[in-house]
């Protein structure tokens, strides 16, 4: 019973580890630029993670899920990351966040809809729950807002829409590793994947110099370790602890990282954000509910 606490509490702490990435991703590329900041976080998580992980024996795993998750895994790390650094403001940053964590909701939809899972009406109050609340949280202070929900859009559409697009590729990456895994876990490799495509897209623009203050060595620091420690945890409390309660705190992830982001980047957040942001945690446990027939496992970010 100790071993299983101890796993379970490791869990919960990935699950805070997480909560911090928007912020610690925002705080980073503002130090050291959108795609050099993002190649140095990946390249230092993923020494985090060989070093408690390890280095996966590839000959193992299936061929379909290490050519699917690694296609998969490493266009929504792009994605996350890059439209975290491209928002204009660190408002936007957080609100970007705030559109990625509709995965959840699309996670379990995609389960329905693709992989069998059973559900009931829940459901669709769950997922209308969630989109309204993405949308209150876009509208800016008027809350439900259609002109400024559009406007605000339009300010950054690349960055809102590569978070969207995020959260649409890690819902189908959770629901082709449920399929195709069979119980491996390529994170390591898939972290030095991403680490090569972002050195990559940073060399094709032509580098460029990042200085390395002691403000940024802290951060990019502090963000890797929560990237690579984060899933190491989660493993172990998905592995050994009560998988229960770490599924049903999973939900709560957009709540905790937006109150994470608004002291980390010192922006305060309005009563609408926070109501959009409630809805959208709300939404989501509306879905898993609709499958406790058959639960399934979250996989979080």
Partial sequence: MKNTNNATLTGLGAILLWSSIIGLIRSVTDLLGPTGGAAMMYSVASVFLLLSVGYPRLSEFPRRYLVWGSVLFVTYELCLALSIGYASTARQAIEVGMVNYLWPTFTIVAAILFNGQKSNFLIVPGFLLSVAGICRVLGGEQGFDVAGTVANVRSSPLSYGLAFAGALIWAAYCTVTARLAQ????????????????????????????????????????????????????????????????????????????????????????????????????????????????????VSN
């Fill in 183 to 298: 119980g491996k876990n390529g994170v390591t490799l898939f972290f030095l994947l991403v680490s090569i495509s972002l050195w990559t897209k940073y060399l094709l623009q032509g580098g460029g110099q990042m200085a390395f203050t002691a403000e940024a060595i802290i951060y990019l620091v502090l963000a890797a370790g929560a990237m690579g420690f984060g899933y190491a945890a989660w493993n172990v409390g998905i592995l050994h602890g009560n998988v229960t309660i770490l599924a049903g705190a999973s939900y709560f992830i957009p709540v905790l990282s937006a109150a994470l982001s608004s002291l980390l980047l010192r922006t305060p957040l309005s009563l609408a954000f926070w109501q959009g942001a409630a809805m959208v945690c709300g939404g989501a446990i509306l879905c898993w509910l609709a499958t406790r027939a058959r639960r399934i496992k979250p």
